[in-house]
């Protein structure tokens, strides 16, 4: 027996106790099943939605429920359709085999087994069958008994959703179901309406023509029907019919000033004499005012209707305040000013205690900040911030933040807001916001003093704080001079003595603090190697910290200790200039990265407005070993790029011959940062645009280590890697003053045919390949563009995607412009790494977006005939 | 329109659950265990709303059940609380005031219910008394035909005496 079963399962005290019961039960089913044996069928389909519900697999009833459906007896039949959607859905095959059963189901006698098929097809019917089925659906809207028909009406919903060609069959009968009395088939007629209305035009015209009055009439009328008890519902009269008749009213009323006026009286009478007291009401209220606000309208109703939302946000009932919040939402649109009159109560209700009501608040008061009620209502959030839940001080902080920024033209508020954001909740900053605060204070040269004196202040009282640690840690390495001098004093400050000791302290606090991760303590010794050239009499205790740093696990600050000492032992005379205060961070270009920044596959070249090529590829490594005259001849393929120098330059590896492979080299993060740290002070064009993310970037060089660890910081991992040779530049500016002189990157091993990848009426893309030699995964391919139309083009940007199995690496165009009829070209390289290089052949899905005529044209094609073997 | 409804005991335990969209097996499991996760929590006085993966779910407490119902951003939420209440008035109207044990023991009669509420996760009936007819109905052709198998089984069995 089923109780039985059920009363074993609950009986179980323990999880294990219980899959064995199921266990034991799901074997005599299926040994039941083998039999074949007709009189325990639907008992054992019984017990298997009873396992089903627990979570349990029940795959092997499914049969069972087809030869339910397909006995004779209604019984069977009701136990059969209702296994059938608990334990199928739409995307089993075994569904279509009920076809056949629930076509005769549906023309069956028995009006109840006609019900069942209904039933079952609504709840769980695939596109096919709403195909096959949808003409017996049909012919039951029109059928005798109005309990049929309503099941055939919301059955006729799910058969347009799955095809919504099929909708204009069903138009006809839905408008006739607007005119019945039952109220089943009534609201689910209506509802039908509203969902033909979604999917098919010609449904939305035909309805807003031929039915608005009539609905407007039904409205009418149920809205002043006497009491009828098997309907009211606290008072009124079916509030479900209400809520379905004012959404199809929204619907139809959207867009067309006619029908919309048709309707305002009847939404007036609703919206004021419906009694609000009960939830039913309220519903009905709310769906109202949602129609309201969607129509055409000359705004006398609309008054109405957030006057009915300012009653509904001071209601205690926490669902009606919900509400109220989700539909303000939508009225700011309309009405702004409107809305911001209830600014304070939403502002209460970002406090609330209740978390759905504190996110909707908030959601709303975002959309609510302007430039006047900005400095105030941020002031309140972080007021807010100190005392709010932990959970939801993540969201909280991340509006803050970007209210903050939109708002930031006054940098000295907006540094100020940030600093206090950081020491509440600095764990919850995210990366991109704090490199933000970075950028901008060292755009605020005037600000320099004051902000690094706050961020001192801030960091003696919240060390708990990590991104407060960072940007503190990294202000104190530029600007510690100004901290200790008391630079560039503000009115509004009070003075403040640090010495130079007490700066040293601050980041030996960082970089010993055992929360503090890895990023943190990098940035801490970067900024000790700074303090050391800005404090020389502290020199000699930074070495200090440094040195203690040389044993440590983590490999990464192990090895930048390592070649900050030597920098400060072996090499005096190059430090100061080494750690010159970094050049101003160029803000476009930072924040064109972070919108750029989309974690897909696309690596897009800017359009290069200012034209500098900041992503000059490998060429500029090739004279590194030359310039420091070591032996470069029998140097194999320089595509470790800077590593070599690095090395030479700490003196880590004075054999005469530098290490002949790249593989063992140092590893590529902190080539990366030192390399960054070595091109500071040096404020050439291509320095800008890169220096504020690589120095920032030892946030994402937290895995590194790992790669490194293994000695595989591979070749072509340091050379996709575009910002290690851009940096190499302006380091042999350094060193030698030679310029990075053009240098040919490694001919091609072998020949490869130009493929003409892309050919429109307009344009041609032509790629030529090439490999290096040594690295037969890496292919080069240099595009050529052809303007094939007599306009020229501009802002001509190609981009490319690649599946995940290869790597790409896009260079900067040549140029943004397309001169007309072929006359000039642009030519782009694009460096692709194939992983499976052997196995598969190059794909890729290119784009391409220019401007002609004041025209912008978008062409994108995939690519699959490149040649084999690439 | 409603994706699907859940009944979970304040213990967690699933005891209705029923699927107006797609959901497999392995994300049913899922499904649940975050919700239970999300609602149980919740304290007494909060609003009966939560949001979900771009969803609301909207929840009423009845003695030791929740009943959730999972629906679209742009459905009414107060409706969706009058359904479930509508819901809850037809079973107790069925069982006689229904406990969290006849749903248990009952769970197929439950489901039945809820089929002449909801069809396609949309509402079907406004009038309990309907439903309960509907079921009552269909509940009476059951026991005719059980009645009738076991007359034949006893003729069957007399003739074979």
């Known amino acids: 027996m089923i109780g039985d079963m059920i009363r074993a399962i609950r009986a179980c005290k323990t999880a294990a106790e219980e899959r064995a019961v199921v266990r034991k039960e799901c074997a005599a089913i299926r040994a039941s099943i083998n039999e074949d044996d007709q009189d325990y069928r639907h008992r054992n389909l019984a017990k298997l939605m009873f396992i089903q519900m627990l979570g349990y697999p029940t795959h092997f009833g499914q049969m069972e429920c087809l030869k339910l459906i397909a006995s004779a007896g209604f019984p069977e039949k009701r136990i059969g359709y209702l296994g059938l959607m608990l334990l199928l859905d739409e995307r089993q095959e075994v569904l279509m085999l009920v076809t056949n059963s629930l076509k005769q189901d549906l023309n069956h006698s028995n009006q109840y087994i006609v019900g069942l098929a209904l039933c079952a097809l609504g709840n769980i019917c695939s596109a096919e069958m709403a195909r096959d089925l949808a003409p017996e659906v049909e012919r039951l809207l029109q059928f005798r008994d109005p309990n049929i028909r309503k099941k055939a009406a919301l059955c006729s919903i799910r058969i347009i959703k799955k095809v919504p060609a099929l909708a204009e069959n069903f138009i006809n009968c839905a408008a006739s179901l607007l005119k019945e009395k039952h109220h089943g088939v009534l609201i689910t007629g209506v509802q039908l309406c509203a969902d033909l209305c979604k999917v098919s035009s010609e449904a939305l015209e035909y309805f807003r023509k031929k039915c608005t009055e009539g609905l407007v009439r039904t409205l009418r009328d149920i809205v002043n029907s006497p009491y009828s008890p098997e309907y009211d519902i606290s008072g009124i009269t079916d509030p479900y019919l209400h809520i379905r008749l004012l959404k199809l009213l929204r619907i139809l009323g959207q867009g067309d000033a006619d029908a919309s006026d048709r309707m305002t009286d009847i939404l007036a009478q609703v919206a004021t004499k419906t009694e609000s007291n009960k939830n039913a009401g309220n519903a009905i209220l709310y769906e109202c005012v949602e129609t309201i606000m969607s129509i055409e309208d000359d705004g006398g109703l609309r008054v109405l209707a957030i006057n009915i939302l300012g009653k509904f946000l001071s209601n205690r009932d926490n669902n009606i305040r919900y509400v109220a919040l989700n539909m303000l939402m939508r009225a700011t649109t309309l009405d702004a000013q409107a809305v911001q009159r209830h600014r304070a109560t939403i502002l209460d209700c970002v406090k609330d205690s209740d978390a759905s009501i504190r996110k909707r608040a908030l959601d709303l008061l975002y959309l609510l900040v302007n430039d006047n009620n900005v400095k105030h209502l941020i002031k309140e959030l972080i007021e807010y911030l100190e005392v709010s839940d932990q959970e939801f001080k993540g969201d909280l902080t991340a509006k803050i933040c970007s209210l903050v920024e939109k708002f930031s033209s006054e940098k000295i508020w907006y540094i100020d807001q940030m600093l206090k954001v950081l020491s509440e909740a600095g764990n919850f900053v995210k990366d991109e916001v704090w490199h933000a605060l970075i950028v901008v204070i060292s755009n605020a040269s005037d600000l320099h003093g004051y902000t690094i004196r706050a961020l001192y202040r801030a960091f003696l009282t919240s060390t708990e704080q990590e991104t407060l640690v960072r940007v503190a840690v990294w202000c104190i390495g530029e600007y510690g001079d100004m901290l200790v001098n008391n630079v560039g004093m503000l009115d509004i400050e009070d003075p403040i003595t640090v010495t130079e000791c007490d700066a040293v302290d601050a980041v030996e606090v960082a970089i010993k603090r055992h929360t503090s991760d890895l990023t943190t303590k990098a940035m801490a010794l970067i900024a000790l190697l700074k303090l050391s050239s800005r404090f020389p009499s502290y020199s000699e205790r930074i070495k200090g910290i440094i040195v203690q740093n040389k044993g440590n696990v983590v490999l990464e600050l192990q090895q930048r200790s390592i070649e900050f ?306 | 329109m409603i994706h699907f409804v859940l009944l979970i005991s304040r213990q967690g335990k699933v005891r209705l659950t029923k699927w107006y969209s797609p959901y497999s097996q392995k994300e049913r499991t899922k499904v649940i265990r975050e919700l239970s996760g999300l609602i149980l929590t919740r304290g007494p006085k909060l609003c009966n709303f939560v949001e979900w993966r771009g969803l609301r779910v909207v929840y009423k407490r009845y003695a030791s059940l929740y009943f959730c119902m999972c629906i679209d951003e742009d459905d009414n939420e107060l409706e969706i609380l009058e359904i479930i209440h509508h819901y809850v008035e037809v079973l107790d109207r069925y069982f006689g005031s229904v406990c969290e044990l006849d749903l248990i023991y009952n769970f197929h009669k439950a489901y039945f219910i809820l089929d002449e509420l909801l069809i396609a996760g949309e509402l079907q009936e406004p009038s309990k008394r309907t439903v309960a007819r509907l079921v009552a109905a269909q509940d009476s052709l059951v026991e005719t035909a059980k009645e009738q198998t076991s007359s034949i089984t006893n003729i069957i069995a007399q003739a074979a005496k």
């Open chain 1, 565 to 870: 000492n030597h920098i400060l032992q072996k090499h005096p005379k190059f430090r100061s200039a080494l750690v010159e205060r970094m050049p101003v961070l160029d803000e476009a270009t930072f924040s064109g990265r972070r919108a750029g920044s989309l974690p897909t596959a696309i690596s897009t070249s800017s359009g290069a407005p200012s034209n500098h090529p900041n992503g000059i590829a490998k060429p500029a490594t090739a004279p590194i070993p030359d310039f420091l005259d070591l032996s470069s001849d029998d140097v194999p393929a320089p595509s470790s790029s800077g590593g070599d120098f690095l090395q030479d330059l700490l003196g880590v590896d004075l054999s005469p011959t530098p290490a002949p492979s790249g593989a063992d080299m140092p590893p590529k993060a902190s080539t990366d940062v030192l390399l960054d740290l070595l091109s500071i002070g040096m404020p050439l064009p291509v320095q800008t645009g890169l220096s504020a993310s690589d120095i920032l970037s030892s946030s994402q060089d937290d895995k590194a280590p790992f790669v490194n660890f293994n000695g595989l910081a591979s070749l072509s991992s340091l050379s996709a890697n575009a910002t290690s040779p851009a940096n190499a530049a302006p380091m042999m500016d350094l060193l030698d003053g030679r310029g990075p002189g053009p240098q040919k990157s490694e001919e091609n091993g072998q020949a490869y045919p130009s493929l003409v990848a892309y050919e429109s009426s307009s344009l041609r893309v032509m790629f030529n390949f090439s490999k290096q030699r040594g690295s037969p995964q890496t292919t080069l391919i240099q595009a050529t563009f052809t303007n094939l139309s007599s306009n020229v083009y501009n802002d001509f940007l190609f981009q490319a995607a690649v599946p995940k199995f290869l790597q790409l690496h896009l260079d900067p165009a040549s140029s943004n412009t397309l001169p007309a009829s072929g006359d000039g070209s642009i030519t782009q390289n694009l460096k692709v790494t194939n992983s499976q290089h052997g196995k598969k052949s190059l794909v890729m899905r290119v784009r391409i977006a220019y401007k002609t005529n004041n025209k912008d044209v978008l062409e994108e094609r995939q690519i699959n005939n490149f040649p084999q073997n690439l």
